[in-house]
């Protein structure tokens, strides 16, 4: 990309070749976001980050603060690599996420995935996670999506949908 573009910050990102962690800068280019990116062992990449500026300046007052969360991992490579909340988290859970099942019937016209049959979590599992969910939000849980490979093929759904509106 040539210079001719506004430096809006600095963030940290991911080489799309090798995947660590490097350097990137976030700037506005003909109305657009980018990120550039500096990787000492394969160079500069580009990315198209958002297609409109204004929409990327005001989703930002849409923010929640950060939040103290309940660890539940320790730090050890750093993020992204440490999956869950480390100690070096700074934000709460946006979205909690339970996959209840993995099982699929295969029924969706757009269907990208390979999923069939599988198994299914029992409703005292989903119960515990949603417990987890809630205490690790300090009762503040905002957004819960139940998934899985189909998670309506799932005997319980109906249960499982009235346990998370209950406890969150």
């Known amino acids: 990309m040539e210079k ?5 910050e600095a963030t940290i990102s ?3 070749d090798c995947l660590e962690q490097i350097p990137a800068k ?3 280019k003909d109305n657009k ?6 990787c000492p062992v394969h160079g500069k990449t580009t990315e198209l980050f958002e297609e409109d500026i204004e929409y990327y300046l005001d989703k930002r007052s849409f923010d929640k603060p ?28 946006c979205i909690g996420l339970i996959e209840v099942t993995n ?11 390979e999923s069939g049959k599988g198994g ?7 119960s515990r ?23 309506a093929t799932h005997p319980d759904i109906i249960e499982i949908i009235e346990l998370a509106r209950k406890k969150t």
């Open 4 to 8: 001719n573009y506004i430096y809006h």
């Open 14 to 16: 991911i080489c799309p």
């Open 26 to 28: 976030i700037v506005f």
């Open 33 to 38: 976001v980018f990120l550039i990116k500096t």
């Open 66 to 93: 950060g939040t103290i969360s309940e660890y539940q991992t320790v730090t050890g490579h750093g993020c992204p690599f440490d999956c869950g909340l480390c100690p070096d988290h700074d934000q709460h859970t």
């Open 103 to 113: 099982s699929c019937d295969l029924n969706c016209p757009t269907c990208y995935a």
């Open 120 to 126: 299914f979590l029992p409703l005292k599992r989903i």
């Open 129 to 151: 996670m949603l417990d987890f969910f809630v205490k690790s939000e300090k009762k503040d849980a905002e957004i819960l999506q139940i998934s899985g490979g189909e998670p």
